[in-house]
């Protein structure tokens, strides 16, 4: 399997022990996270293809842990800080993450670049507050598979695919088969003050309702079978497995020209994503 400063051992481990200064000390707030810029629309995913279908069953199981570091990439704001375009920063990190993977040059994409996306996929216009509300994933990746330019580049996708949110063990294989795992959340308000994501209330109710704060698009990096890391605004965050579940709301992958690059069309557990790849092209 090739990835930057990957930790993955046949008896797991915790994140809590492998993140080290990466997220700052322990119960360290991210810098600004109360006011951070969420979309006004709950981000969602219409995808006719399910990656459970595209699962081979008889392929190694996938590690009981997985750590992806960044420790020399510094994952940008691009905007996020002041706009909603959380889908288009997802898009960016997942582009930066893909290169780390391959260990090929980041490209050096620029906020211009990614506010440039938001108006493509969500119809942003700048200086028009009333067309700041986030952008819908369906078209995301719709227009991802056209091509996105950016530093020079004209950034496509090859294939896409739905993941049930639900779905733990194909969550961990999303992240260790495809780099990124990307995730729409419905954050609740009970998440602007917590270091790391977990449930307050069980029951969901108040400052824990689902989508309370906005919606949310975060690249899944790693986990350790308790814990996803994520980056957003700047920064890793931890969150549970219960957080997850109780505020995921959709999850796709994509197969790109780095992953085919270097592995010849084939995921780390020998998954050939040629089928993958066909049927999204005849859709």
């Known amino acids: 399997m090739t990835d930057y400063d990957v930790a993955a051992q046949p008896q797991g481990f ?4 492998v993140v080290g200064d990466e997220d700052g ?6 810098t600004g996270l109360l006011h951070r810029r969420l979309g006004d629309d709950v981000p969602e995913v219409r ?21 992806r570091s960044h420790l020399e990439h510094k ?28 260990k090929t040059p980041v490209p050096q994409m620029t906020e211009e670049d990614v506010i440039d996306w938001y108006s493509i996929i969500g119809g942003y216009e700048p200086g028009n507050p009333s067309s700041d509300g986030g952008v819908n994933n369906t078209t995301l990746i719709e227009k ?12 496509t996708i090859k ?42 209330d069980p029951s969901l109710q108040g400052e824990a309702e689902p989508g309370s704060w906005g919606g949310h698009d975060i690249p899944y990096l ?3 079978g308790k814990w996803y890391r994520c980056v957003t605004w700047e920064k890793g965050l931890l969150l549970s497995y219960d957080w997850d579940a109780a505020y995921a ?30 049927d999204c092209e005849h859709l």
């Open 25 to 30: 000390p322990p119960g360290e707030l991210p």
């Open 222 to 224: 790693s986990y350790d």
């Open 144 to 155: 991802w598979q056209a091509g996105l330019k950016a530093a020079g580049l004209d950034h």
């Open 47 to 67: 995808h006719p293809l399910n990656l459970i279908d595209y699962v081979d069953l008889s392929s190694p199981a996938p590690p009981p842990a997985v750590h």
């Open 75 to 102: 994952f940008p704001m691009d905007g996020n800080d002041r706009l909603g375009d959380c889908g288009p920063v997802m898009v960016a990190h997942g582009i930066e993450a893909f290169h780390l993977d391959e």
């Open 249 to 278: 709301l959709e999850g796709f992958v994509v197969v790109t020209d780095e992953m085919l690059g270097s592995r010849g069309g084939t995921s780390p557990a020998g998954f050939k994503w040629d089928q993958l790849i066909h």
């Open 159 to 200: 294939a896409s695919a739905y993941i049930d949110p639900h779905n733990v063990s194909l969550n961990e294989r999303a992240i260790w088969e495809f780099v990124v795992l990307f995730r729409a959340a419905g954050l609740p308000i009970s998440a602007q003050g917590q270091s790391k994501w977990e449930v307050t």
């Open 14 to 17: 915790s994140l809590h022990t």
